[in-house]
Nanobody, 118 residues
Framework: VQLQACGGGFVQAWRSLRLSCAAS????????MGWFRQAPGKERDFVAS????????YYADSVKGRFTISRDKAKNTVYLQMNTLKVEDTAVYYCAARSTYGTKWHYWGQGTEVTVSS
């Protein structure tokens, strides 16, 4: 699975931004798509995930109620709608994919940087 993320940028706090991740190379019906982020000097953390078939979603506590993950099956694309952004959301955001039957995230996109200013 090849993943291409985009949509990052520079935004003021309390504003919104939408990230996109286009997937190719494999049928995604047996995959879970996810977003992770890595802030400067910190480890990469889970943000949200969505099961391609069925659409079940999970979120990190830090983004619940503010971020929404969704997918467009026709476009093979996953989105991360980020609302009410905070300075602490500043990070490089990565999309990833793993098999529905496993736990390891095997496929990663190149990352897109989000900077939130106060």
């Amino acid at each position: 699975v090849q993943l291409q993320a985009c949509g990052g940028g520079f935004v003021q706090a309390w504003r919104s931004l939408r990230l996109s991740c286009a997937a190719s190379g494999r049928t995604l019906s047996n995959y879970v798509m996810g977003w992770f982020r890595q802030a400067p000097g910190k480890e990469r953390d889970f943000v949200a995930s969505i099961r391609w078939s069925g659409g079940i979603t999970y979120y990190a506590d830090s983004v619940k109620g503010r971020f929404t993950i969704s997918r467009d099956k026709a476009k093979n694309t996953v989105y991360l709608q980020m609302n009410t952004l905070k300075v602490e959301d500043t990070a490089v955001y990565y999309c990833a994919a793993r098999s529905t039957y496993g736990t390891k995230w095997h496929y990663w996109g190149q990352g897109t940087e989000v900077t939130v200013s106060s």
